[in-house]
């Protein structure tokens, strides 16, 4: 149990860090001088141009009316309500860079969040979503997508369109696969499919050129392609409680790679040139069945490296 704690630990700082990123967008919210309304109500009231509207637990069940007054908008807050259904008047607000309607009751996203062209930050994480909309793909300047714990079942082949995409957060769903056009995703630097159902990583996802964290942990994924050499940039590859029985040489390739999370599969030997990875600084083999001469080959070939067996 504690080696397990430690793994997890281990993974969430490596995938945290990445929230410091020096492409993360700029925060209207977090701008000096930027005045917070916390109530439509309030923001009537002010002669002043409204940017940031926060209504963050308020136990609403429906969106107030009139969000689309407020033209200037860039942040919208609606996390921890009851909210059923997103109104198309938000979607009028079109100058938002941030919307938040994490931990609500939604079952659907409106086709309308299309019509959101400057949207960079868009947090959907912890509703009832199953699929999201073709037009999810239109948010031509999106950054970071988080829709964790959703009940997604699919996604669209749009999301392939998602030119500025650097944060793509899906753990805690249904997927059995990712869409083939996410070999588009150019600028990705971070992708979360941890506890889904995912079947195969596939040659697709190796075209991620720019990805430097890669979590897909406790899924159904029983091998790893020979084009996994392509992910050039890979710092953190987790893939903890899978199905991996061999690995392919050429992960071997993986020069930048400092952190190795293949805990809890079926591996009984690694790769015989293992020792290309000389900036590997974290090894995780919990859960494996190597023998001890196996054991003390991987230690030798990696004599700098925290090996966890």
Known sequence: MKQIIITTAIAALSFNLVAQDKDEPH??????????YFSVEE?????????VL???????????????QFQELKFLNLMKNQLTVLPDP???????????????????LPAAVGQLKELEVLNASRNQFTVLPEEIGQLQKVRIIHLVQNELTV?????GNLKQLRTLELDDNNLSALPSSIKRLKQLNLLNVTNNKVVNFTPEMCRLKRLEDLNLDNNKIQSLPEDIKKLKSIKSLSLRDNQISVLPENICKLRHLNLLNLGNNQLTS??????QLNNLKTLILVGNEFSIEEKARIKS??????IRF
């Not at 209207?28 to 917070?36: F, N, Q, V």
């Not at 690694?270 to 020792?275: G, I, K, Q, S, Y």
């Open 90 to 108: 938000i979607f009028e607000c079109t100058e938002l860079t941030e919307l938040i309607f994490r931990q609500n009751k939604l079952k659907e």
């Open 43 to 51: 923001a009537k009231q002010t002669t002043e141009k409204v940017e």
């Open 27 to 36: 925060y209207i919210r977090d701008k000096a001088g930027t005045h917070i």
């Open 54 to 68: 926060n209504l963050r637990n308020k136990e609403l069940a429906v969106v107030p009316e009139g969000i689309n």
């Open 301 to 306: 070939a990696l004599p700098n490296t925290d």
């Open 270 to 275: 690694l790769p015989e040139n293992l020792a």
């Open 155 to 159: 996604l669209p082949e749009s999301m």
